[in-house]
């Protein structure tokens, strides 16, 4: 294994990690934001307020790319299990 293997390799993963949480961030920062302008707007400063929405809606957007997330995870561990002879090398 050569040092741009295992960077690459690194990397890779890191691309992986960063695109499946994707989804989870982006809806949590629009809820976050509009919640946010909400409360700027009706001065509620309620700390649940912010908290709740957040997680609930977090969580329809896993179950919602759950198969999505999946299938790159599977994807990426064939591609390993597959590769893994030139890996070794």
């Known amino acids: 294994m050569t040092p741009e293997f295992v960077i690459g390799f ?3 993963s890191i691309e992986l990690t ?3 949480a994707l989804p989870m961030l982006g809806v949590g920062l629009g809820v976050g934001v ?4 909400l409360q700027a707007a ?3 400063q309620e700390m649940t307020l912010t908290f709740v929405p957040k997680i ?3 969580f ?3 179950l919602i790319s759950f198969p ?4 790159k995870m ?3 561990t064939q591609e390993i299990f597959l590769n893994f002879p030139q890996y070794i090398k």
């Open 18 to 20: 960063l695109i499946i």
């Open 10 to 12: 690194a990397r890779q």
């Open 34 to 37: 509009f919640v946010s302008i």
């Open 68 to 71: 999505w997330i999946m299938d």
């Open 56 to 58: 609930i809606a977090v």
């Open 42 to 44: 009706t001065q509620i």
């Open 74 to 76: 599977i994807t990426y």
């Open 60 to 62: 329809l957007a896993l």
